[in-house]
């Protein structure tokens, strides 16, 4: 059974839509892959802002699908 799972710093609330750039990430046809593969990363933003404080934030946006049990850990 393959899983899409969805890792990001962003919280969104129950009934917030599905983002696009993770829907996109979800429908896009990919290669097949070989039988050991246990998983791919679809989709990895990061952006880091530094202001002038010195005070740094940084976001990560990462779509990830498990293609197999092991790809679970």
């Known amino acids: 059974m393959r899983i899409l799972i969805l890792f990001s710093i962003v919280t969104m609330a129950a009934t ?17 892959y070989p039988p050991q593969t246990k998983g791919v990363a679809l989709f990895y933003e990061e952006r880091v802002q530094v202001e002038p404080t010195g005070k740094q934030t940084s976001l990560v946006r990462k779509a990830i699908k498990i293609l197999n049990k092991e790809g679970k850990r």
Do not use: D, L
């Open 16 to 32: 917030a839509e599905i983002p696009a750039w993770f829907r996109e990430a979800a429908t896009v046809a990919h290669p097949k």
